[in-house]
């Protein structure tokens, strides 16, 4: 991937994380919470892909770990300025739905789009 690509892709998801996917899916828990919520959302690279992920954190008294990952967007690219958009499945498995589309079109689907709720 082109170092250019790499860093607009990395400044425009980061934008659209701090502007609209935190202040949209990151609340203040209440003070019975019971149930997973989301303390945090960020982008990260992994081997060639880039994901849109989201920090759960596990206040029930039997919770295995106090915090886990979970995954719900991977852009793939695969040239000339386009990407692949998958989301991650009930099932455990990346499903893309949008081949070929400009890092515009890429983040307008994560941030309208049902698929790729956190």
Same mark, same amino acid.
């Given at each position: 991937?082109?170092?250019? *690509?790499?860093?607009?892709?990395?400044?425009k998801?980061?934008? $659209?994380?701090?502007s609209i $996917? %935190? #202040?949209?899916? *990151? %609340?203040?828990?209440?003070?019975?919470?019971?149930f /997973? =919520?989301?303390?945090? +959302?960020?982008t990260?690279?992994?081997?060639n892909?880039f994901?849109?992920? @989201?920090? =759960?954190?596990?206040?029930? #008294? /039997? @919770?295995?770990?106090?915090?886990? &990952?979970?995954?719900? @967007?991977?852009l793939? =690219?695969?040239? /000339?300025?386009?990407f692949?958009?998958s989301?991650?499945r009930?099932?455990?498995?990346?499903?893309? +739905? =949008? #081949?070929?589309?400009?890092? &515009?079109?890429? $983040?307008? @689907?994560?941030?309208?789009? #049902?698929?790729?709720?956190?």
């Open positions: 991937m082109p170092e250019a *690509v790499k860093t607009d892709l990395e400044a998801a980061s934008k $659209l994380v701090d $996917l %935190k #202040p949209m899916h *990151v %609340k203040p828990p209440r003070e019975d919470e019971q /997973n =919520y989301i303390v945090d +959302i960020y990260k690279w992994y081997r892909y994901y849109f992920c @989201a920090k =759960y954190r596990c206040p029930g #008294p /039997n @919770a295995i770990s106090p915090f886990f &990952e979970a995954k719900f @967007a991977r793939d =690219y695969i040239g /000339n300025g386009r692949n958009l989301y991650m009930h099932t455990g498995k990346w499903c893309e +739905i =949008y #081949p070929e589309l400009s890092l &515009e079109e890429c $983040l307008a @689907a994560i941030r309208d789009e #049902p698929h790729f709720l956190p």
